[in-house]
């Protein structure tokens, strides 16, 4: 079947600073929260391949714009390296070098006709911070933060229309303090609410910020809800559901859209002793600076039933006290990733946000397939055909689009991502772009048969996608 795209429909791409630039330039004291992990634990990271050189986006920079500009993209997403922005991060003293490289790309993006979004933190919290403050556990971060954004916002903002404060603001802590998964291997659950609710914090402040500046564009926070499906109507697998969408989803869509925290989340904090406290004055920060849109990252569908055993109560709070991971007989699956593949959730992500959250504007900011061993289907050429990811994306975007058909205030699709970048300890074993990179010295770059396809989708405004298939 063919589907009309809208003509105001994005179709764009997206990346991050440190999963592309490599630390070419970087000097002593800029390392990231992820530098400092991958210098920590370089053996977790896929054939030790991590942010030191990744994509050497820094050098490489106009070589990506200019596939772009051949790719006819309009839109991309990255962010500023909030580490290597400063050379003193409490006195606020620019890396002037490292700003000059942010300003002559947007005006790269700007001249081959693609408009820049730039998010202000994606993973790359100072390690300075982390050091001295116990990063986002501190209120001092969080000041400091609002000032590094007032600085950007003062820099970029004439050429700059589009700003994401972070990119899925609760990764880190949940991969850190909650599940104590990832470096520095710490379980505390207060911490991980504390640090979501700085960040929220955070978010207002630098919205008040941007709105006071009268800049001329809109700010937002690219968030990574997981659509949650129960595993049956029971009441019992329904309020699984429900609790798992209150921690890991609403925490942040409720304060950030609405401007309120969930009552039954701040119970279940106070009863947990999770609670992180706001003062009156914070809390109206955060009622009076809600964001302008959304950016939402999806890649797959949280499936959850019914806890069948009881809660070790010798064991830390967990929001698993109140759910179970239900893992779904026969689902569709990329087997490189580990993911289940449901495009559905597309269209049930874009109801949930209409139904819940005022239809505020918002786009996809991030899907796509991450694929092993792409090499085995390069053609004599050299060129990688990756028709897996063709399917991938006209699946998802059907589903999209019929949801903008049905009223979804979704602006746009950008595709996870541009070139094939670095991730966290997957380093390069899954491939993400349009553009392949070969990890030579040169780090070469060549179009993959997506990428003309892509192309096909932005000029011709037309989706090509089967009417139906086996998912469940």
């Not at 630390?23 to 400092?36: I, V």
């Not at 955060?286 to 302008?292: S, Y």
């Not at 996809?364 to 028709?387: A, C, H, I, P, S």
């Not at 999209?400 to 602006?411: H, P, Q, Y």
Request: aromatic fraction near 16%; charge should be negative; charged fraction near 25%.
């Amino acid at each position: 079947m063919k589907i009309a795209i809208p003509e105001n429909f994005i179709i764009g791409a997206a990346s991050s600073a440190w999963q592309t630039e490599g630390w070419h330039g970087k000097k002593d004291g800029q390392d990231s929260f992820l530098d400092s992990w991958y210098k920590e634990e370089t053996f977790v990271w896929h054939n030790g391949y991590g942010p030191a050189v990744a994509t050497n986006f820094m050098e490489k920079y106009q070589d990506d714009v200019d596939l772009m500009k051949e790719i006819h993209l309009t839109h991309y997403r990255t962010s500023i390296n909030w580490a290597r922005f400063f050379t003193d991060y409490e006195n606020l003293v620019v890396d002037e070098e490292y700003a000059q490289h942010i300003s002559d790309m947007v005006d790269a993006l700007l001249a081959a006709g693609v408009e820049p979004m730039l998010c202000l933190e994606h993973y790359e919290l100072p390690s300075y911070l982390m050091e001295k403050y116990d990063g986002w556990s501190s209120k001092k971060v969080v000041e400091l933060y609002a000032e590094y954004a007032r600085i950007a916002f003062e820099r970029y903002g004439d050429r700059v229309k589009h700003w994401f404060t972070f990119n899925e603001p609760i990764v880190v802590q949940t991969r850190c303090y909650l599940d104590a998964v990832r470096w520095p291997h710490e379980q505390n659950t207060k911490k991980w609410m504390l640090w979501n609710y700085h960040k929220v914090l955070a978010t207002a402040k630098a919205v008040a910020i941007y709105h006071a500046g009268n800049y001329g564009g809109r700010i937002g926070c690219v968030l990574n809800p997981e659509m949650v499906y129960p595993r049956s109507n029971s009441a019992e697998d329904q309020k699984a559901a429900e609790m798992y969408d209150l921690f890991f989803n609403r925490v942040y869509f409720d304060p950030m859209v609405n401007g309120v925290y969930p009552q039954k989340l701040i119970e279940l904090c106070q009863e947990h002793e999770i609670y992180f406290d706001p003062t009156p004055e914070e809390l109206a920060i955060i009622k009076e600076n809600t964001v302008d849109f959304l950016g939402v990252n999806q890649y797959y569908p949280k499936r959850v039933r019914a806890p069948r055993y009881q809660w070790n109560p010798e064991m830390p709070f967990h929001p698993e006290m109140y759910y179970e991971v239900f893992d779904l007989p026969g689902k569709k699956m990329n087997n490189s990733r580990g993911w289940e593949i449901y495009p559905q959730i597309m269209y049930d992500m874009a109801m949930y946000l209409k139904n819940n959250y005022h239809n505020i504007p918002w786009l996809v900011t991030e899907n796509g397939m991450g694929r092993e061993n792409e090499e085995n289907y390069q053609n004599e050429q050299g060129m990688v055909e990756d028709d897996y990811r063709i399917d991938f994306i006209s699946q998802h975007l059907r589903y999209l689009l019929k949801a903008v058909a049905d009223g979804a205030n979704c602006e746009g699709y950008m595709l996870w991502a541009f070139t094939d970048c670095v991730s966290p300890m997957n380093a390069f074993k899954n491939r993400y772009g349009l553009v392949r990179i070969e990890l030579n010295e040169e780090r070469t770059r060549s179009l993959k048969k997506s990428a003309y396809w892509y192309r096909s989708l932005i000029d011709d405004r037309i989706l090509e996608a089967e009417e139906e298939k086996l998912y469940r």
